[in-house]
């Protein structure tokens, strides 16, 4: 059984890092353990190497505070130009694997306020009404009427990240 260090304690990403571990090695293939760590980079990261910074730094903290486990994996969202998405890194202690989601166009009105210091969890939340949105759905459940939401987009950037893991040509 692999012992996975999830740089989160949020509910949406460890669901998306759970169901990609289990698609690829298995129902039942993998202890999670969540913790919190810093990213090193602010609330809500602005553009591309940022974003990914932050997942590259969580991985390392995480790795630092758990060395001995066996793969690591970090999810951080940011914004890009007008559009949200996220990095997600994933180490053991032979390979890393990174991927970035699928991107949202966010609305004019929603995008000003997270460009002016807000992160985007509390505007989605006091725009949509849904507390703590961040930690559920997401802006990506509001805008695609339910048809994706922050964690199935996790989720497939979480199996693109692991491609190198499991497919030989890339050992």
Known sequence: MYHVICATQ??????AILAAFELIFGAGSCHIDAVS???GVPEQPIGNEETRRGARQRVEYARNASPDADFWV???AGIDDASTFSWVVIENKHRCGEARSA???LPKAI???VLAGEALGPVMSEWSGISEIGRKEGAIGVF????LTRSSVYHQAVLLALSPF???VYH
């Open 111 to 113: 995008l000003e306020r």
């Open 103 to 105: 991107t949202l166009p």
């Open 144 to 147: 695609t009427a339910g048809h």
């Open 37 to 39: 760590v810093e990213s």
């Open 10 to 15: 949020n509910p949406a990403k460890i669901r």
């Open 74 to 76: 970090a999810i951080e």
């Open 166 to 168: 499991h497919n030989a």
